[in-house]
């Protein structure tokens, strides 16, 4: 068994419930009274940068404006493969990401948001019908429900009761992010991913603008360092994080960037897998392999499963442990064929894991080696 990980700090500022329901009251006024639209935020922390490929450019038309109106989200939390599935969309707002969601997973597939803000679920509930006769589906395949993204189980989620969990800049907002993390573990089948988008920094940010109603409002000063989270998702049970895609956050803010000092933001979408048992602490080699077969729909010629494992169709491509598992015992399974097994171990995966210490010293370099 490996050794688990170090505590990750908490911020001192919200360890006890009075102070996170002060938080959570505070972000409840922001996003329900003080944001009446996407064009009220004060900097560009909590919006989608890159275009969306076609087939989900054409799913957002379809959606109410008044729903797209109020969409503050930093990145496109839509993986693939997602026909038939049950969804999860933590912190739903006004149910923009819901409402895309539910054309993909189709009729037979569900999607349940959860949101902490009454105004912004009566605008959500006010077009589920609208939506399902505008996607032509006979009856309707989405539900609000009123909640907190820490406690799942106080608006009756049970445990492994969905194939997918996403989030859209919004773990970031709440106080207490391990019970967020250790929620949707609970609630997510065996096979099923954590896919989400979020606000990170830097470095840790200081209590007192962890304070700042402002700054935690618009996505920033509750961001968790990004070393933090990865350690935090591995002690919640998501065995090595996968991070898809991220890009600089410009805070377009003179005044705010000024109180933000040296502190850098970053928006990320992670993929987090629940594999208990299974993932491994590195990537280890075992000689194993994949070959996409070309089938999952938008990608004919190659699929991403992450920022640096792209496989193109018909073409054997090595893969840690790790990986093999991350294709073969969720959804993916049946896009790839897969050689080899866990009867021989080979040592760290060759440029995705760690040197052998000694071996770089004797090669006159420095001790360690690169992290993938």
């Avoid at 493969?81 to 739903?92: F, I, K, Q, T, V």
């Avoid at 190659?302 to 193109?312: E, I, K, N, P, S």
Wanted: contains cysteine.
């Amino acid at each position: 068994m490996p050794v688990p990980p170090p505590a990750v700090p908490v911020r001192t500022a919200y360890e006890t419930a009075a102070t996170d329901e002060k938080t959570r009251e505070e972000t409840r006024v922001y996003y329900g009274e003080t944001l009446k639209k996407t064009e009220d935020l004060k900097t560009n922390a909590c919006c989608t940068g890159a275009a969306p490929p076609k087939h989900i450019k054409n799913a957002i038309a379809k959606i109410h404006p008044e729903v797209n109106g109020r969409y503050y989200g930093c990145g496109l939390v839509v993986p693939d493969e997602l026909d038939g599935l049950s969804a999860l969309d933590l912190g739903c707002g006004a149910g923009r990401d819901v409402y895309l969601l539910a054309q993909l997973v189709g009729e037979k597939g569900r999607v349940v948001g959860i949101d902490m803000t009454k105004e912004q679920l009566a605008v959500a509930r006010e077009h589920i019908q609208w939506h399902a006769d505008k996607f032509g589906f006979a009856a309707p395949n989405t539900e609000f429900v009123e909640g907190i993204i820490e406690n799942l189980g106080a608006c009756g989620l049970a445990d492994e009761s969905f194939d997918l969990i996403v989030s859209n800049c919004v773990v970031n907002l709440s106080p207490d992010k391990r019970a967020v993390l250790k929620e949707a573990y609970r609630v997510l089948k065996t096979g099923g991913e954590l896919y989400f988008s979020d606000v990170y920094s830097s470095r840790r940010v200081p209590a007192e603008l962890v304070a700042d109603p402002v700054l935690w409002g618009e996505c920033l000063s509750g961001a968790l360092y990004w070393n933090d989270f990865l350690a935090l998702a591995k002690q919640c049970g998501f065995g090595d994080p996968r991070l898809v895609k991220d890009s600089v956050i410009t805070v377009a803010n003179e005044e705010l960037e000024k109180k933000l000092e040296h502190i850098k933001f970053f928006s990320a979408t992670y993929r987090l897998f629940k594999l208990p048992g299974i993932l491994e602490p590195d990537c280890e080699d075992y000689g194993q392999a994949v070959i996409y077969k070309g089938t999952i729909p938008q990608n004919p010629h190659g699929w991403a499963l992450d920022d640096h494992h792209y496989m193109q169709t018909g073409k054997v491509f090595p893969v840690c442990g790790n990986t093999y598992h991350m294709l073969h015992d969720t959804r993916f399974m049946k896009h790839f064929d897969f050689i080899g097994d866990k009867s021989t171990h080979y040592g760290i995966f060759e440029g995705c894991g760690k040197s052998i210490p000694y071996a770089s010293a004797a090669e006159g370099g420095k001790k360690g080696g690169s992290c993938c």
